[in-house]
C-alpha cells in the first residue's frame, strides 16, 4: 500500500483480544488503515481474518510494548508503509493475580507497571516523534484506562495504580500535545464482555467481602466510542469517557 494523505492511520495495541479486537475492526469498518499490534503472533492474524473485505488495510505487527525497541519498530514500520499517523491506541493492558498486597511479588508488580504504563509511554514517546514530523502536523491518542482507576476491586493494586498512572498521563500527554496539535483522550470502560471478563459471570469479590455476578455489556459499545473519539477534528477532544455496563457496581462502589 502508498503513501495516501486521504487514508487515515490508526495503530492499535493489545489488537489480538477483548477490548483492541473490536476496536481495530471498528475502525477498519469506517476506513482507518490499521495497524494491529500485539505479542501474540496468531491472535494478530485471527484479528486480520475477522476483518474479512477490509483485511487488505489490516497489518499484524507482533509487538512487546515494554520493548523500546520494538515500539520504535512498529511505528517505523507504519510510517515507511503509509506515511502518517492518525491515531494511537494505547489498548495493549494487563494485571496481576488477585493476591493479598502484601503478597504480590516484586515481579508480578513490575510485569503489570511495564505493559500499563511503560508501554503506554513509550507508544505515546513514539506517536509524538511522529505525528510532529508530518505533514500536516498532529493527530490524536487515545489512552485505555479504568474505572478501576477511581473504583479499585479488591486485591488489584498494580491494576489499580497503573490505570491511575494513565489518568495522568492522558493529562500530560492533552497538555504536552498542543503545541503539535495532538489531541489526547482517555476511555474508562466498565465490564465490557470480553475474555478477561468471562469470570464476571460466576462472581467476582466485592468489597464488602462477598461474592457477586456483575452484568457486562457488549464490547461494540466500547469500538463505537473508540470510533466517535477517533472521528473528531483535532480542534475538538473527548478528554474522558466512561462507558459501562448500566447495572454494574461503579456508582456506589466501595
Given at each position: 500500500?502508498?503513501?495516501?494523505?486521504?487514508q487515515q492511520v490508526a495503530i492499535v495495541t493489545g489488537g489480538g483480544s477483548g477490548v483492541g479486537r473490536a476496536s481495530a475492526l471498528a475502525l477498519l469498518d469506517v476506513g482507518y488503515?490499521?495497524?494491529?499490534?500485539?505479542?501474540?503472533?496468531?491472535?494478530?492474524?485471527?484479528?486480520?481474518?475477522?476483518?474479512?473485505?477490509?483485511?487488505?488495510?489490516?497489518?499484524?505487527?507482533?509487538?512487546?510494548?515494554?520493548?523500546?525497541?520494538?515500539?520504535?519498530?512498529?511505528?517505523?514500520?507504519?510510517?515507511?508503509?503509509?506515511?502518517?499517523?492518525?491515531?494511537?491506541?494505547?489498548?495493549?493492558?494487563?494485571?496481576?493475580?488477585?493476591?493479598?498486597?502484601?503478597?504480590?511479588?516484586?515481579?508480578?508488580?513490575?510485569?503489570?507497571?511495564?505493559?500499563?504504563?511503560?508501554?503506554?509511554?513509550?507508544?505515546?514517546?513514539?506517536?509524538?516523534r511522529m505525528m510532529k514530523a508530518q505533514e500536516p502536523m498532529g493527530g490524536r491518542i487515545i489512552n485505555n484506562g479504568s474505572i478501576s482507576a477511581d473504583r479499585p476491586r479488591p486485591?488489584?493494586?498494580?491494576?489499580?495504580?497503573?490505570?491511575?498512572?494513565?489518568?495522568?498521563?492522558?493529562?500530560?500527554?492533552?497538555?504536552?500535545?498542543?503545541?503539535?496539535?495532538?489531541?489526547?483522550?482517555?476511555?474508562?470502560?466498565?465490564?465490557?464482555?470480553?475474555?478477561?471478563?468471562?469470570?464476571?459471570?460466576?462472581?467476582?469479590?466485592?468489597?464488602?467481602?462477598?461474592?457477586?455476578?456483575?452484568?457486562?455489556?457488549?464490547?461494540?459499545?466500547?469500538?463505537?466510542?473508540?470510533?466517535?473519539?477517533?472521528?473528531?477534528?483535532?480542534?475538538?477532544?473527548?478528554?474522558?469517557?466512561?462507558?459501562?455496563?448500566?447495572?454494574?457496581?461503579?456508582?456506589?462502589?466501595?
Amino acid at each position: 500500500m502508498t503513501s495516501d494523505p486521504e487514508q487515515q492511520v490508526a495503530i492499535v495495541t493489545g489488537g489480538g483480544s477483548g477490548v483492541g479486537r473490536a476496536s481495530a475492526l471498528a475502525l477498519l469498518d469506517v476506513g482507518y488503515a490499521v495497524a494491529i499490534a500485539g505479542r501474540r503472533e496468531e491472535a494478530l492474524a485471527e484479528t486480520v481474518r475477522l476483518a474479512g473485505a477490509n483485511a487488505s488495510r489490516a497489518r499484524a505487527v507482533v509487538t512487546d510494548v515494554t520493548d523500546a525497541a520494538s515500539v520504535a519498530g512498529l511505528f517505523e514500520g507504519v510510517r515507511a508503509e503509509f506515511g502518517q499517523l492518525d491515531l494511537l491506541f494505547n489498548n495493549a493492558g494487563t494485571g496481576a493475580p488477585a493476591v493479598l498486597l502484601e503478597e504480590l511479588t516484586v515481579e508480578q508488580w513490575q510485569a503489570v507497571v511495564a505493559v500499563n504504563l511503560t508501554g503506554s509511554f513509550l507508544c505515546t514517546q513514539e506517536a509524538f516523534r511522529m505525528m510532529k514530523a508530518q505533514e500536516p502536523m498532529g493527530g490524536r491518542i487515545i489512552n485505555n484506562g479504568s474505572i478501576s482507576a477511581d473504583r479499585p476491586r479488591p486485591n488489584s493494586a498494580p491494576y489499580t495504580a497503573t490505570k491511575h498512572a494513565i489518568t495522568g498521563l492522558t493529562k500530560a500527554t492533552s497538555l504536552d500535545g498542543r503545541k503539535y496539535n495532538i489531541a489526547c483522550g482517555q476511555i474508562d470502560i466498565g465490564n465490557a464482555a470480553t475474555e478477561m471478563t468471562a469470570r464476571m459471570s460466576g462472581g467476582v469479590p466485592q468489597a464488602d467481602g462477598s461474592m457477586a455476578e456483575e452484568p457486562t455489556m457488549d464490547v461494540s459499545n466500547v469500538a463505537n466510542a473508540i470510533v466517535y473519539m477517533a472521528g473528531l477534528p483535532l480542534d475538538a477532544n473527548v478528554q474522558f469517557l466512561t462507558v459501562m455496563a448500566t447495572k454494574m457496581p461503579f456508582i456506589g462502589r466501595g
